[in-house]
């Protein structure tokens, strides 16, 4: 009986209690840029093709990937952050070679024909990036 009474007396307060719940700090992006497309190939550039921004490091090895859904309008803003990495707790400190590539069929294999990509380096992660699809696949 004291039970139930206890929580009818909870159900009647008119205090609503919320659970505390601690907001994920956002991350910083670690890269950031633009990624632009070529007049010479943007007629064959698929409207629902993904586009992967890619980072690199010295060793060819990838660092961080970050995967943008169409619709696109270009040029296109990103930013590359730690929770981009391949492996957490990665640093994108150093020397990177940063591409993007516009992917046809949306996966992360290789690219395919019909794929266009485009490349920059970074010789220390820069506030900006300029990346340029230039290249069609074939």
């Known amino acids: 009986m004291a039970l139930f009474s206890l929580a009818l007396l909870a159900s009647c307060s008119k205090e609503k209690i919320e659970p505390h ?4 700090p956002r991350a910083q992006p670690l890269l950031a840029g633009v990624v632009e497309i070529d007049a010479s190939v943007k007629s064959q550039a698929d409207p629902l ?3 992967f921004i890619i980072a690199r490091n010295e060793k060819g090895q990838i660092a961080a990937v970050k ?3 169409p619709p696109f309008q ?3 803003a990103f930013s590359l952050t730690s929770e981009d990495a391949m492996i957490a707790g990665t ?3 150093g020397p990177l070679q940063v591409s993007a590539r516009l992917d046809k069929d949306g996966s992360a294999n290789p690219a395919q024909p019909g794929d266009i990509v485009g490349r920059a380096t970074s010789s220390h992660p820069p506030s900006s990036i300029r990346i340029l ?3 069609l696949v074939k």
């Open 74 to 76: 270009y040029p296109v």
């Open 67 to 69: 995967k943008l859904f």
């Open 49 to 51: 093709a993904v586009l």
């Open 133 to 135: 699809l230039n290249d």
């Open 91 to 93: 640093s994108l400190d």
């Open 21 to 24: 719940i601690e907001p994920k």
